[in-house]
C-alpha cells in the first residue's frame, strides 16, 4: 500500500516549518545561523524557501529547536502556523504572549498530528459544521446565547438532560479537535479554526473536569460566532467584555444545563423533599457535570433560585470536594486526558497495520515507548476480544493517564 | 534477513534500535546476549540519548518506579560501542529516513545503509523500509538475538524462562505470530501467570 505521507515536501513548506519550530523554542535567527555557521540572511532565506537546507543542517537545527527530524520533514499535513493567529488574538502588550509560544506550537502539533493519523487510517473527521451565528450589534447577547444554545442541542439531538462526554459528542457530531493541555493556570482554554485542520480546542488539563467541561463550552460558541477568529481565554483580561466573550459566557451554561431539563429536576426535588438544600445543588451539579458555583448562578439566572444565593452559600464555606465525598458523587463522564481516545485508536490502528513504527506510535501519544506499549497492549486485548480491529468509533479500552487536578 | 552465504556466519556489524535494547536490557542478561552474538553490537547517538525505562518486574511490589535504561555500563566494558552519524551520505540518508521514521529508527538505517551493517529492530514499518532501501539493510530479531545467545552461550532451561519472562513482563513485549522463531519462543516461555508492573 502506498503511504500518502511518504513524499518528499517542498522547500517553502520546510522552511516554514523550521522558521515556527525555532520561534517555538524562542531562538534568534543569529543564534540559529550561529549553529550552522551561516549568515543571518541564510537562515532568512531557509526559511522562506530561497535556500535548500543542507541535511547536515537540518540534523542541527532540529536538535537546536528540539524539534524531531521526523516532524519537520515528513509530508502530510500541513497547516498555517497556529501561533501567528493566536498571537494576534491577544494584545500587543500581553505578558502571556512570552509564555505561550511553545503551547502554541504543541497545540498545532497535536492538530496536525491527528489529521495526519486521519489520513494514514483514510478515516476522516466528519465535520457537520452549523453556520455562522452572528453577534455582533445585538442588544441581548444573553438571550441569543440562550436561542443559539437551543437550536445546537436540538441539532445534535440532545435533548434536555445533561450531556456526558461533552468532547466525544462535539468531536464525533461536530468535528472539532478537542484536547487538554496542561497550560499556565491563567488560560482557561484557546480556539482556532484552519482551513486544513477544521475547528480545534485546547482547555486547560489543571483545572477541574467540570471547568474543563465549561471551557470546551466556552470555546464552543467561539466556535459558532467567531469562527475565523482564533481565542485564547485568559482570566480577568478584559476592562470591557466584548460581545463575543459575553456570548460564550453565556453560552456555556446555557448548553450544559438547559432551562426545560433544569427547572423540571430542580421542581421534581422542591416537590419531593419540600425544599432545594445544599446536598441537592451538589447532586445536581454532578448530575449536569458543572460547578456548583455555575449550577447555583444558572438557577439563579432562571429564576429558581434568588439573587445571592452563591454568596450565602460560599460564605458559609462550602467544601465541594468533602460534600461530594460525603454524598459519594463520582466525576462526571468526562476527561482531562491530552488526546482525545479516538487519536489513540487511530494510533494504535496504524501501528498495528505497520503504517507507522513504534517511535513513531509513542511520539504520537506523547508517551516514551515502555508506556506506549501497555497501550498497544490493552489494545491488543480488545482487539483479542472483539475478534476484529477496532473502528476509530471504539473508545473502550483504557488509554487515560490519571493527572493532577488544581483545586 | 542475512546476505551471508549459507551455512556462513553474518559478521556484520549490527546496530540497535531503540526497541531491541529496552527488550535485551529488560532481560538483565544483555552483556551475555550481546557477547554470545560474536559481532561488533552499536546503538546510534539518538537511541543512546533516549530515556528508554522498563518496568521494575516485581509483581508483589505494585508501588515500584520503572527502570531506566542504562546502557553506560554496556559501553564501558566495550560489549556494546556508540554509533555517530558521519559524512554527507550519512546525513543525507538520515534526513532521507526521517521522512518515514522516527529518528532514532532512521538514523540507525543511516548509518547501517552507509556502512553495510544490519540493523537489530522487530518493528513492522521499519523492516519494510529498510528492505525498500538501495542497497537493502539486513535485519535481525529480538527473537534472533535470544536465539543465537541461548544456542551459543547454553543458557540453562530456568535462565531462558527467566529472560523470557522478563521481556515479556518488564520489556511488555512479546513476538509476534508472524515472527519465524515465534514457535520455538513460545515452546520456551514459561506457562505461568506473570503479572506486569
Given amino acids: ?407 | 534477513m542475512s546476505d551471508a552465504a549459507p551455512g556462513e556466519e553474518d559478521r556484520r556489524p549490527l546496530i540497535l534500535d531503540a526497541c531491541v535494547v529496552l527488550n535485551l536490557f529488560a532481560t538483565r542478561r544483555m552483556d551475555e546476549i550481546l557477547h554470545a552474538q560474536g559481532v561488533e553490537v552499536l546503538v546510534a547517538e539518538r537511541v543512546r540519548k533516549e530515556s528508554l525505562k522498563v518496568g521494575h518486574g516485581r509483581a508483589d511490589d505494585v508501588s515500584a518506579e520503572p527502570e531506566l535504561v542504562n546502557l553506560a555500563p554496556f559501553i564501558e566494558s566495550g560489549i556494546l560501542q556508540f554509533a555517530r552519524l558521519n559524512g554527507n551520505a550519512e546525513f543525507t540518508a538520515f534526513v532521507r529516513l526521517a521522512r518515514d521514521l522516527d529518528d532514532g529508527e532512521a538514523e540507525c538505517g543511516a548509518i547501517a545503509m552507509c556502512r553495510g551493517w544490519r540493523v537489530a529492530t522487530d518493528d513492522k514499518k521499519a523492516r519494510r523500509v529498510f528492505a525498500g532501501l538501495t542497497p537493502a539493510v539486513g535485519c535481525v530479531r529480538t527473537s534472533e538475538m535470544i536465539r543465537v545467545w541461548v544456542e551459543r552461550a547454553g543458557a540453562a532451561a530456568d535462565v531462558v524462562r527467566d529472560a523470557l519472562r522478563d521481556i515479556r513482563v518488564r520489556a511488555r513485549f512479546e513476538p509476534p505470530p508472524t515472527d519465524p522463531l515465534w514457535q520455538w519462543w513460545m515452546k520456551l516461555r514459561p506457562l505461568v501467570n506473570e503479572t506486569a508492573d
Avoid at chain 1, 488560560?187 to 467540570?210: P, Q, R, V, W
Wanted: with cysteine; net charge neutral.
Fill in chain 1, 1 to 407: 500500500m502506498a503511504d500518502p505521507t511518504s513524499r518528499e515536501i517542498e522547500s517553502s513548506e520546510l522552511g516554514a516549518r523550521l522558521q515556527a519550530a525555532r520561534k517555538a523554542a524562542r531562538i534568534k535567527q543569529e543564534d540559529a545561523a550561529l549553529a550552522i555557521n551561516v549568515a543571518r540572511t541564510t537562515i532568512t532565506a531557509i526559511e522562506k524557501g530561497d535556500r535548500r537546507v543542507q541535511a547536515s543542517e537540518l540534523v542541527v537545527l532540529a536538535q537546536l529547536y528540539g524539534k524531531s527530524l521526523n516532524e519537520l520533514v515528513r509530508a502530510g499535513v500541513s497547516s498555517k502556523p497556529f501561533a501567528v493567529q493566536l498571537r494576534a488574538s491577544l494584545p500587543a502588550n500581553s505578558p502571556a504572549l512570552e509564555t505561550l509560544e511553545a503551547y502554541f506550537a504543541e497545540f498545532q502539533s497535536l492538530a496536525q498530528d491527528y489529521a495526519q493519523l486521519e489520513l494514514l487510517c483514510k478515516s476522516p473527521l466528519p465535520m457537520r459544521y452549523p453556520a455562522e451565528r452572528s453577534v455582533t450589534g445585538r442588544v441581548d447577547v444573553e438571550e441569543l446565547a440562550e436561542d443559539v444554545a437551543n437550536t445546537e442541542r436540538d441539532r445534535l439531538g440532545l435533548g434536555d438532560g445533561p450531556i456526558h462526554r461533552l468532547r466525544d459528542v462535539l468531536e464525533r457530531e461536530v468535528g472539532l479537535r478537542i484536547f487538554c493541555m496542561e497550560l499556565p493556570s491563567n488560560i482557561s482554554g484557546m480556539f482556532i479554526f484552519d482551513g486544513e485542520l477544521g475547528g480545534c480546542i485546547a482547555a486547560n488539563a489543571k483545572h477541574t473536569i467540570e471547568r474543563i467541561r465549561n471551557s470546551v463550552a466556552h470555546e464552543y460558541a467561539h466556535f459558532l460566532t467567531s469562527r475565523l477568529h482564533p481565542s485564547i481565554d485568559e482570566h480577568s483580561r478584559y476592562q470591557r467584555v466584548p460581545e463575543q466573550e459575553r456570548f460564550a459566557h453565556a453560552f456555556a451554561p446555557a448548553f450544559l444545563m438547559p432551562p426545560m431539563g433544569l427547572r423540571r429536576r430542580f421542581n421534581q426535588i422542591k416537590d419531593a423533599s419540600g425544599a432545594f438544600k445544599i446536598s441537592d445543588l451538589v447532586s445536581l451539579a454532578d448530575y449536569y457535570g458543572t460547578s456548583i458555583e455555575s449550577l447555583t448562578r444558572r438557577l439563579e439566572s432562571l429564576k429558581l433560585l434568588k439573587r445571592g444565593t452563591w454568596e450565602s452559600v460560599s460564605i458559609k464555606g462550602l467544601r465541594v470536594s468533602e460534600a461530594r465525598d460525603y454524598l459519594q458523587l463520582h466525576a462526571p463522564s468526562d476527561s482531562n486526558d491530552l488526546l482525545p481516545p479516538r487519536f489513540t485508536v487511530l494510533a494504535s490502528n496504524a501501528f498495528e497495520e505497520g503504517q507507522i513504527t513504534e517511535g513513531q506510535f509513542a511520539r504520537f501519544i506523547r508517551r516514551d515507548v515502555f508506556e506506549a506499549r501497555r497501550i498497544h497492549q490493552a489494545y491488543r486485548a480488545e482487539i483479542a476480544r472483539s475478534g476484529r480491529m477496532l473502528s476509530d468509533t471504539e473508545v473502550g479500552y483504557s488509554t487515560s493517564n490519571t493527572r493532577e487536578i488544581e483545586g
